[in-house]
């Protein structure tokens, strides 16, 4: 259903959580004035990340220990909100850039608004070897999906962005693990519905470590990216 609404519309933030307990209170704090619902989705964390996301007022919700892609498609559940914000809890990801990310769905210009780091900038994404692999990854697979689908995004891999509920429920997500953006990219575009990309700046992770083993993901990226685009 396309977003032919103007109409007033509310926000649920959706905080994918695995251990992030030094940085995920800050990051909700920013949050709140963005969402009527913030949602923390726990990836059965160790350390006091659910302390720390109760104490904020989240809600929060237990993954089903499958990964990343997993706990948002479980989040939609809980969602009261039309329109869905997923931001990490890194502090990767900048909650005042959130109304930049929900303007265009709000105007009924978009139902889907990935943030870009390409056109936003990356502390990162550049540095070593395991950054190369990634940007050159992760340029690869946005090479293919503008190929293929006769678009010109800038990336798809971004764990930034907004979306209509509506839209979310009906792109039939499977994927568990991180492969779920390039999942949500594809499949908005190829059941058409509108995509459009707003600059946001990927920071650097404050503490803890990033939870993406590429030896481990890359060949599911690769499957993930031929079975959606062929
Ligand atoms: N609920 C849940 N969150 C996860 C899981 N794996 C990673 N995350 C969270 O997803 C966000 C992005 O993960 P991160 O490791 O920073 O990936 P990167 O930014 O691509 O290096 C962070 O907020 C993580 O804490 C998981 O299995 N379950
Ligand atoms: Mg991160």
């Known amino acids: 259903m396309m ?3 103007p109409g007033p519309h509310t926000v649920s933030i959706v905080v994918p959580a695995l251990n992030e307990g030094a940085t995920i209170g800050d990051v909700l704090a920013k949050c709140r004035k963005y969402g009527q619902q913030i949602i923390v989705m726990d990836g059965h964390s160790t350390d006091n990340t659910r302390e720390v996301a109760e104490a904020a007022g989240a809600t929060v919700v237990l993954d089903n220990g499958k990964g990343k892609g997993a706990a948002m498609r479980e989040a939609v559940r809980h969602v009261t909100s039309d329109i869905i914000v997923f931001i990490d809890a890194d502090g990767s990801h900048d909650a005042d850039d959130i109304p930049r990310l929900t303007a265009p769905i709000i105007s009924g210009d978009a139902d889907h608004v990935s ?6 900038g990356s502390s990162e994404l550049h540095g070593g070897f395991d950054e190369f692999f990634r940007l050159a990854g992760s340029a690869f697979i946005t090479a293919c999906i503008n190929y293929r689908l006769g678009v010109t995004i800038s ?3 971004n764990g930034f962005r907004a979306i209509l509920t509506d839209v979310m429920k009906q792109l039939d997500l499977k994927e568990n693990i991180t492969t779920i953006e390039q999942e949500m990219i594809i499949k908005t575009i190829r059941k058409g519905f509108r995509l459009a990309e707003v ?3 990927e920071y650097k992770r404050v503490a803890g470590y990033s939870k993406i083993r590429l030896k481990s993901v890359w060949f ?6 031929l079975k959606n685009l062929l």
């Open 199 to 201: 600059p946001a700046h």
């Open 155 to 157: 990336e798809s891999q």
């Open 3 to 5: 977003n032919t609404n």
């Open 220 to 225: 599911r990226y690769g499957y993930c990216l």
């Open 115 to 120: 943030g870009s780091r390409l056109i936003g």
